[in-house]
């Protein structure tokens, strides 16, 4: 999964400590749809990045388990969005997860690509290696989970930006020695993704005032 929904800027559109935000109302009504659809659904083990915003959503979706923290499945973290050119921002946002993307690339001029896969590749690599969990819930983030599909389906290291992260989405992806996509970006609480046509990038974008 994705996280649920959060407000990453505050009224004024200035960004807010990304650590520490927690889930907008309708986050956690997205989190309660997820809940509803995993009903009978027995995880072995919860997995977050540690992060506020993933450990809320896990705690809705999976009441029963304790979620566990992996800080190396964080997300990409951004830079300073003062510190890029006015001329270049909406590019920096709208065309944050364009294509297959570089590792050299920097996310809003923060981490690069090379250094997300660097954490999380093998941070998978150890969750799959452990036989003890048949059905695990890894409630994680926009980029990482892009990382993990993109490794899913090409069986390399790379960030195919194509995959849309909605809040509170669900993927499915059975792990082994072949890998299976079964579903991305399934939105309980919207099915047919008809409450927008942006993409998260988009949204952000439109709600930052610099």
């Known amino acids: 999964m994705r996280h649920a929904d959060v407000a990453y800027f505050d009224g004024d559109g200035r960004p807010v400590r990304t650590a520490d935000v927690t889930l907008t109302p309708a986050g956690r009504e997205q989190a309660r749809a997820a809940a509803a659809v995993f ?8 997995v977050t990045s540690g992060l506020a915003r993933t450990l809320e959503t896990a705690r809705l979706v999976a009441p029963a388990h304790e979620p566990e923290s992996w ?28 294509g297959r993307l570089p590792e050299e690339r920097r996310f809003l001029g923060g981490e ?17 290696e452990d036989t003890s969990w048949d059905v695990l819930l890894a409630v994680l983030h926009g980029a ?3 990382a993990i599909l993109s490794y899913a389906l090409t069986g390399e290291r790379a960030l195919l930006g194509g995959f849309e992260q909605a809040p509170g989405c669900i993927n499915v992806v059975d792990v082994g020695h072949d ?3 079964r579903a991305v970006n399934v939105t309980p609480a919207d099915l047919l993704h008809r409450t927008t046509r942006l993409t998260t990038m988009e949204e952000l974008f439109a709600q930052y005032r610099p």
């Open 179 to 181: 890998w299976v996509v």
């Open 144 to 146: 990482v989970n892009r």
């Open 39 to 46: 009903e009978g659904v027995r995880f072995d083990r919860v």
């Open 112 to 128: 690069t690509i090379g250094s997300l896969l660097d954490r999380v590749l093998p941070a998978l690599e150890r969750l799959v």
């Open 71 to 98: 800080p190396d499945l964080r997300e990409i973290e951004s830079g300073r969005l003062r510190e890029i050119p006015a001329g270049e921002l909406e590019e920096a946002f709208v065309g944050a997860f364009r």
